[in-house]
């Protein structure tokens, strides 16, 4: 496929900004987060078992969007079936209570590559996540987030 091509087809799968996301109370702090698409996620606190807490959420989306985001270009160097694993694991700061240090750690087999070869794979791959990674662009914006909004269910 043609790069024009490649971006065609995206732009048809991209989700619009407006799309909706939503989550629902299902007990004691634990929620289902929805997508229109019909895409749903368990959220709850640690102790609920086989949940994603919403700071894990934060992480998984931080490593989806840097692996997405360079997915092409190591595709291209490394073929389509290439396997990555990516890792988001920096402490919470318990004191104040957010991530202050967000890394994201690529396992990935580059041994066939020299060293130039390497470096410039992993050059293209973060000037890539740097452009196209919302998740990790937002959070280094730091993002205005207004107070809840609450109003009745119609």
Do not use: H, N, W
């Given at each position: 496929?043609?790069?024009?091509?490649?971006?065609?087809?995206?732009?048809?799968v991209t989700p619009s900004p407006t799309d909706p996301l939503w989550v629902e109370r299902n007990g004691v702090r634990?929620?289902?987060?929805?997508?229109?698409?019909?895409?749903?996620?368990?959220?709850?606190?640690?102790?609920?078992?086989?949940?994603?807490?919403?700071?894990?959420?934060?992480?998984?989306?931080?490593?989806?969007?840097?692996?997405?985001?360079?997915?092409?270009?190591?595709?291209?160097?490394?073929?389509?079936?290439?396997?990555?694993?990516?890792?988001?694991?920096?402490?919470?700061?318990?004191?104040?209570?957010?991530?202050?240090?967000?890394?994201?750690?690529?396992?990935?087999?580059?041994?066939?590559?020299?060293?130039?070869?390497?470096?410039?794979?992993?050059?293209?791959?973060?000037?890539?996540?740097?452009?196209?990674?919302?998740?990790?662009?937002?959070?280094?914006?730091?993002?205005?987030?207004?107070?809840?909004?609450?109003?009745?269910?119609?």
């Open positions: 496929m043609s790069e024009t091509t490649d971006q065609i087809t995206d732009a048809a634990t929620y289902t987060g929805f997508s229109a698409r019909g895409a749903r996620v368990e959220i709850g606190p640690a102790s609920a078992g086989a949940v994603f807490t919403p700071g894990e959420l934060l992480k998984i989306a931080l490593a989806a969007c840097a692996g997405m985001s360079s997915d092409r270009a190591f595709a291209r160097r490394l073929g389509d079936d290439y396997a990555t694993t990516i890792r988001v694991e920096d402490p919470k700061d318990m004191t104040e209570d957010l991530y202050p240090t967000l890394t994201e750690k690529f396992e990935i087999d580059l041994s066939m590559l020299d060293d130039a070869e390497r470096a410039k794979l992993l050059t293209i791959a973060q000037r890539a996540i740097d452009k196209a990674c919302t998740v990790g662009r937002t959070l280094k914006a730091g993002p205005d987030i207004p107070p809840a909004e609450f109003s009745q269910p119609e």
